[in-house]
């Protein structure tokens, strides 16, 4: 019996990724296809206000589509990414915790 040793190479992560950000109801969206994975979230956030008629004087969160899961201002818009793609929801921050 010859046992195979098969190992998968982790892909290195990628230095863009594409980014897609829509507010709550879905009826607005913005895409930015190629944004630098290390761009930080408060960017992006800015990036959507000026982009998106979103009321001023709120402060916004991103959330993950996908997991749901809300992003720290401070983290990489990368570390959202899931195949290279970011699928994001700005939403107004609830001060909830």
Avoid: C, Y
């Avoid at 008629?53 to 570390?79: A, M, N, Y």
């Amino acid at each position: 019996m010859v046992a195979t040793l098969e190992r998968e190479i982790a892909e290195p992560p990628s230095e863009f990724i594409d980014v897609q950000v829509k507010d709550l109801s879905g009826h607005q969206r913005m895409r930015i296809n190629r944004l630098k994975a290390s761009t930080r979230v408060r960017e992006l956030i800015g990036m959507s206000q000026a982009s998106m008629s979103v009321p001023p004087g709120i402060d916004w969160l991103l959330r993950d589509s996908k997991t749901s899961r809300l992003l720290r201002h401070d983290q990489s818009v990368g570390e959202a990414a899931h195949e290279g793609f970011a699928d994001l929801t700005l939403q107004p921050d609830a001060r909830l915790g």
